[in-house]
């Protein structure tokens, strides 16, 4: 799966808010590397435009 066992991953999770509920998401670089192991066609398409958003995310934290 490319990620740890969900006891260890729920943890480090984010909370977001989506329709006025909280809710945990995986950091995007955990998500990534999740998509890069399970090597699914799908999951290959949507790599670049993941990794592209968290090249950004980085640059706009080094510049704060």
Same mark, same amino acid.
């Given at each position: ?10 943890? $480090?999770?984010?909370? @977001? ?7 945990? &998401? /995986? +950091? =995007?670089? *955990?998500? !990534? $590397?999740?998509?890069? @192991? ?7 398409? &949507? /790599? +670049? =435009?993941? *990794?592209? !958003? ?11």
């Amino acid at each position: 799966s490319g990620t740890a066992s969900f006891r260890t991953e729920y943890p $480090r999770a984010n909370v @977001a808010q989506w329709n006025g509920i909280e809710i945990k &998401v /995986l +950091p =995007l670089e *955990r998500i !990534i $590397r999740s998509k890069e @192991a399970a090597g699914r066609d799908k999951d290959h398409a &949507v /790599l +670049p =435009l993941l *990794r592209d !958003i968290a090249a950004s995310r980085k640059r706009l934290r080094i510049r704060r």
